[in-house]
């Protein structure tokens, strides 16, 4: 049963990524030749024609279009216009950075956002839990760069207290991830406080408190697992939305990241770099999403069951 | 077992908290401040004036009465900058919510309505469209086709198709099978008509519920784009450029992206507090937690 249903995912990629492929081809020929952006005002007829033919681009789009998947397939995805090196070395350089930030963001999103969601239901109706609510409010509402932004201006500049660019120390880390896990905080501590509510009304949680269990013991034993599900599932589907904002991110606070790296190669119309990182990027999400899925069906029987008929 | 008291909000006539009654006020300020803009804007945002650069705002050190938000590293007013930035990001904004309400809305109808091979590959195009980070399809449409005012509300446009799409279908799809549709198909009613007149003013709530959430979404993304370069190109600007160019400054003249950023910030501190009250006011089973 879960052998189908990973082939069935598995198509499902298969699927997504050859549409975003084939989106990505098609947008890069559709405003008439590439090259004609690529190249320097004035170039001569003779040159041009030589770069189309080592770009491969003059053949028929349908032989181009099959040419660029057996040339995927075969693990050649050409070479960066600006460094003039194989785009997957370009990429690859910056993708540990870029993993580290989100790996940090994630960390603190769900070591704030959970408990504190835990509490704001908890504290519900009294003042506490309204400061709570504001606060993520608040983390809601602040588009990341200004917020990076505005810390820069305190800490970097007024305070000097921590170091506005780069990824070197622990140092560096701080802004960026405060930054980029504010909006997720926020998020999931509103989905922790609504999964809470729904939780802290049911009947197994009134048992366990007639069994004499303390509140703290209550809610930790009984009431946080059960609130995890939908809260997990919520998670899973920020995981593209925490990527758009890692890009933001990035640029604002000078990261040596792939968002970092993708912007400036649409800024110089880097094709074979943009392409080659919005596919690989999109994969990784993909991927990410799927085995949030699958963990998810391992973990509550309910799910597996449901796909399953 | 704690107590649960229903939180006791302070509250206007007919329901309105007070918090959600400022933001109406703030985005009414707001609106009428973009609206009035060319009138009320004490110069012409592109002027330069390299005597006065760099003054700060009044009340600091070295400003100059002439200019109340002091000016930037061009000497243009930033007074005048931000009137002009707030009501090209409003446009821009919503210009982006109304086709991706338009867009949506059409898809989820010929989702719902169109049969069944119609809606798999529309609801295909949809996961396709939610799985994917949507700053990477604004880099590539952006590296393509340009950055400038109109590509931009393209890209605004394409950001949100996809919820509306998605919400549209499942509402009408719960439709479907009441009554009143059932008696208006069996008059022989066709099935645009069905969805057009029967169907669609039925679910305006949820929609205008999700056009609002989109909207302060919408602002969020332009001003993150027009922030990292790829919005609209100097001399015009919308507060996020604003901020964007004005980052070489921030050491010295750390107000040239501070008034932007706040104004951005109570654009979107307005429109989502007034978008989670309509969404509370709409959707019984959220207003009841």
Redesign the interface.
């Known amino acids: 049963m879960m052998v189908r249903l990973v082939a069935r995912r598995i198509l499902?990629v298969a699927?997504?990524l050859w549409?975003?492929g084939s989106?990505?081809f098609f947008?890069?020929r559709?405003?008439g030749n590439p090259i004609d952006s690529l190249m320097p005002e004035g170039i001569d007829a003779a040159s041009r024609q030589a770069m189309i033919a080592y770009w491969g681009l003059d053949g028929p789009v349908s032989e181009q279009y099959l040419h660029f998947w057996t040339a995927l397939a075969h693990g050649q995805f050409g070479l960066g216009l600006q460094e003039r090196r194989p785009v997957a070395d370009i990429f690859f350089e910056r993708t540990g950075n870029s993993a580290l930030l989100l790996l940090a963001t994630l960390a603190v999103t769900v070591a704030i956002g959970v408990p504190g969601g835990i509490l704001a239901a908890?504290w519900?109706?009294r003042p506490r839990?309204?400061v709570v609510l504001l606060l993520a409010?608040?983390g809601?509402?602040?588009?990341?760069?200004?917020l990076g932004?505005?810390l820069?201006?305190i800490f970097s500049?007024r305070l000097h207290w921590l170091p506005s660019s780069g990824a070197a120390g622990l140092a560096h880390y701080v802004m960026p991830t405060l930054t980029l896990s504010a909006f997720f905080v926020a998020s999931l501590l509103r989905y922790t406080r609504?999964a809470m509510?729904?939780v802290l009304s049911q009947d197994y949680m009134r048992t366990a408190?007639a069994k004499g269990f303390t509140?703290r013991q209550t809610i930790l034993r009984h009431g946080l697992g059960n609130a995890m599900i939908p809260v997990i599932t919520a998670l899973g589907l920020q995981v593209?939305?925490l990527?758009?904002g890692a890009?933001?991110v990035e640029?604002?606070f000078a990261w040596h990241g792939v968002?970092d790296l993708?912007?400036n190669?649409?800024?110089h119309?880097d094709?074979p770099l943009?392409q080659f990182g919005?596919l690989a990027?999109?994969a990784a999400?993909?991927a990410v999403?799927i085995l949030v899925d699958l963990a998810y069906s391992a973990i509550d029987p309910r799910v597996r069951l449901a796909e399953a008929v | 077992m704690p107590v649960v008291v229903p939180l006791r909000q302070h509250v206007l006539p007919h329901g309105i908290p007070v918090s959600v009654a400022c933001a109406a006020a703030l985005a009414a300020v707001l609106v009428i401040l973009a609206l009035a803009a060319p009138l009320i804007a004490p110069y012409d945002p592109a002027t330069q004036t390299l005597l006065a650069r760099l003054r700060p705002p009044i009340g600091f050190l070295g400003a100059d009465p002439r200019h109340w938000l002091g000016t930037d590293q061009l000497g243009r007013d930033m007074l005048t900058r931000c009137l002009y930035g707030l009501r090209l990001s409003l446009f821009l904004s919503l210009s982006g919510t109304v086709i991706g309400l338009f867009l949506g809305t059409a898809l989820g109808v010929a989702a719902a309505m169109g049969g069944r091979v119609a809606d798999a590959l529309i609801m295909g195009l949809v996961d396709v469209k939610l799985a994917l980070p949507f700053t990477l399809v604004a880099l590539v449409v952006i590296a393509v086709a340009g950055s400038g005012i109109s590509v931009l509300v393209v890209v605004l446009g394409i950001a949100y198709w996809a919820h509306f799409a998605r919400l549209v279908r499942a509402e009408l799809m719960a439709l479907r099978s009441l009554p009143f549709v059932e008696a208006a198909r069996a008059v022989g009613a066709s099935r645009t008509r069905l969805a057009m007149v029967h169907m669609l003013p039925n679910i305006v709530s949820p929609v205008v519920v999700m056009t609002t959430l989109n909207f302060s979404n919408l602002i969020l993304l332009e001003s993150s784009l027009s922030f990292i370069g790829l919005g609209v190109q100097p001399p015009t600007a919308t507060l996020g450029s604003m901020v964007g160019l004005g980052r070489d400054y921030m050491a010295s003249a750390p107000w040239i992206v501070a008034e932007p950023a706040l104004l951005i910030f109570s654009v979107s501190l307005a429109v989502m507090l007034l978008g989670d009250f309509l969404c509370d006011r709409f959707n019984v089973r959220l207003r009841d937690r």
């Open positions: 499902r699927l997504m549409v975003i989106l990505v947008a890069t559709l405003t908890v519900r109706g839990g309204g409010f608040l809601y509402a602040t588009p990341n760069f200004v932004i505005l820069i201006l500049y609504n509510l729904d408190r509140e593209a939305t990527v758009s890009v933001v640029t604002v968002g993708l912007v190669a649409t800024l119309r094709y943009l919005v990027v999109a999400v993909v999403n």
